[in-house]
């Protein structure tokens, strides 16, 4: 009997499982065929809109482009993507980079068989064009050539873009020096497409060329070849560009919310199951995650129960204000791995709460991200809020500040983002030692500490002495710029007063006579003076024979009595980042002429220190003579003018510091002496020539890079009622004016 009971129970529980099986499945298949419908009709087409990211969210591309779409499909399983193996040992040669780090662009107009310009390219493509073409990497003669740059617009890849350009294959393959791909880069941002976004399908073979991609994978990228690529908006300045929110923003340490985020939510395919669940995450109170349907016109068709809740929500909170008043921010991965809230968020010191598992974060192979961002899993969720709450008020500190220093040496201009991809390639070239990672990581980062190739610099770079624990320089170079064929008693007495400066290296009068100037030795005022000529008048030369940290840049009419110089050095020593000198001048905004004017009236603030007497480190001539834009150079050739204004606003724009000016001296040159020519400084088209060169290089650089001072450095005891006797600095005192 009970034998019986149990067999019927067992039947039972058997008849009820297998319904259950089929009722589920049937009610699969249901939905299953709902979404096909949805996607298939012709009729629900989605229209195009502006955002890129929100392109084909939703169902098939309108009618001319589906057949692109079907042969793309169709090709993609059958054609090879990159060579896999490739390395740098392999698939580069170094041997091309053995002189210099040279970039050949093809050129930008070719023409087809029927004579007709071939080459389309997005704005974004042109700019990043543009900027190579205008930097010191680039070359016309491709036999120079470590690097080739297509012309050909790499950037979108998806069929389904209106900035697709067909045709790929063929138009690669007619580039002359191709050659495989080998030692060329190929810019990317966006690959595959819906539904699949297939990381590595550019629609054509890249072969053994460099990857430059944005939202690679760790597992898809070629080690040490590939280069991850942040993902930017089209708007990006070229140059200039915006610093990070966070200078007037640091504290409280801890904002209003907790963690936010504020995007689109994908209700159907690849990327929506991360961006479908964050909602969880919200409780109205210190986490704010809201989220929208709406992207694309045909939302509606796809959209799920939640869709009209999560939009009203969604339009409650303005998207700045939450960058701005959150601690960290969810950057859940979008359709790709990479989105545009990564950079976003950091230029908001808001920290980065990475939801994007094996995503390869742009220039990995040299930032440090794990000092700038947190991690979580997309698999696990719920575990954000406990990360979160684990970081420390000192961590968290350090990486916001960490967060403002990658955006503003790496990623606020494409300019930058295109020379650190060059920097990480020419970095990895066997005969050139790479940087330290502190370099790269710290402030002002690798893109201004630049490594040549003609050995290790000799001297320590000017921003680095901190970090390295170490000095600048106890003596320094004196160097005089010479315009005059014979020296003059002034110049003598000039030596006379350097050469009693304990300092004091070597003095180098770098002549700018062409014809019977000779270079040597030469003693003037009892001082062994090195006399260099022929270098063409120009004053930043990195000359060899400056064997010292620090230039005294000089000319050869200046009046500067021993004190001041030591004074002054010692003050450099202490700024041995900034320019530290005698005369300023400074620059200012006229609205009625809407341009910058340049001034040398005594005002309560300046921006410039004259390099005719100034203290500067040497490793600014190289910055100024192999790393400055050739553009900004040939300002200066053509005027014969301006060139100290280059150099204060190249070191500005390096240490975005303005330079020290020090002691009262307001006349730094002696007035109407026998046998002078009048100084140029009276002459007004001179000034008026300064006051556009100022403009051309606020164009050049992107923004203004100069910037205002109010004080002045002058010694301890200088105009106090004491004894002379007690006053290290005697002789500055006695300047009258
Ligand atoms: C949020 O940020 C904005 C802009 O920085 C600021 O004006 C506002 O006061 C902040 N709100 C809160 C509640 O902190
Ligand atoms: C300059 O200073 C360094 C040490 O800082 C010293 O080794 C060198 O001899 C000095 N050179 C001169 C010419 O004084
Ligand atoms: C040299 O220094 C003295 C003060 O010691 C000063 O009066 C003189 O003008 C200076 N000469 C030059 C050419 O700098």
Redesign the pocket.
Known sequence: MQAYKRFILLWFLFLLTICLYFFQLTGKSKKFKSKESKNNGPKKLPSFIDDWEQINEIGRPPTPKSYDLRLHNSLYVSYKKTNKNCRMETCFDASRCDKNFHVFVYPLSELDSNGLMTSSRSILYQKMLDIILESRYYTDDYTKACVFVVAIDTLDRDPLSPDYIRNIPVKMQRLKHWNGGRNHIIFNLYSGSWPDYYEDDLGFYTGDAILAKASMSVTNMRPGFDISFPLFHKKHPERGGESG?VRS?TFPIT??YKLAFKGKRYVLGIGSETRNSIFHLHNGKDTIIVTTCKHGKNWKDAQDERCIVDNSLYEKYDY??LL??STFCLVPRGRRLGSYRFLEALQAGCIPVLLSNNWALPFNEVIDWNKAVIWADERLLFQVPEIINSVSETKLFALRQQTQILWEQYFNTIEKIVFVTFEIIKERLPMLQSRNGIIWNTSPGALVSQHSFTGNLHFNLPFNYHLLGKKPGTNFTAVIFSQQSTFHTLLNRLVRNLSASKYLSQIVVNSCVESGGKSGYQTIAGTQILISSGNGCRRFESLPFIKTEAVLSLDDDVVLSTDEIDFAFNVWQSFPERIVGFPARSHYWDSNKDSWLYSSKWTNDYSIVLTGAAFYHQYYNTLYTTWLSPLLIKTVEQSHNCEDILMNCLVSHVTRHPPIKVSQRKHYKEQGINGMPKSPWNDPDHFMQRQTCLNTFVALFGYMPLLQSSVRLDPILFKDPVSNFRKKYKQIELISN
């Open positions: 929110f923003n904002k209003k700045s204000e701005k008043n």
